[in-house]
């Protein structure tokens, strides 16, 4: 599939989740107690840390929380470990 397939994506292909707390548009796995906000785009929510959600509100993805939640020290799953 070629990059353009996915228009709306911020990213040139969409990211994978697996079983991690991770923002949906730089990639980057969330630390716990960082802040992060649902976002839908296609049907599916996403989640999206404070540092990307310019990036996704231009792609057109819809905020579907007011307020910001944090990654608890147990995490979105179960991969997410306390640092420091």
Known sequence: MS???FRGFPSAAPPTVD????C???RRTLLAGERYRTWRWAR???????V??????RAGWI???EGFERVRVT???????RVA
């Open 75 to 81: 995490g979105l799953t179960q991969t997410v470990r």
């Open 63 to 65: 905020r579907v929380v």
């Open 24 to 26: 949906h548009v730089c």
């Open 52 to 57: 990307c959600e310019p990036e996704a509100r």
């Open 3 to 5: 990059p353009k397939q």
């Open 44 to 50: 599916r929510d996403r989640t999206v840390c404070a």
């Open 19 to 22: 079983a991690m707390a991770m």
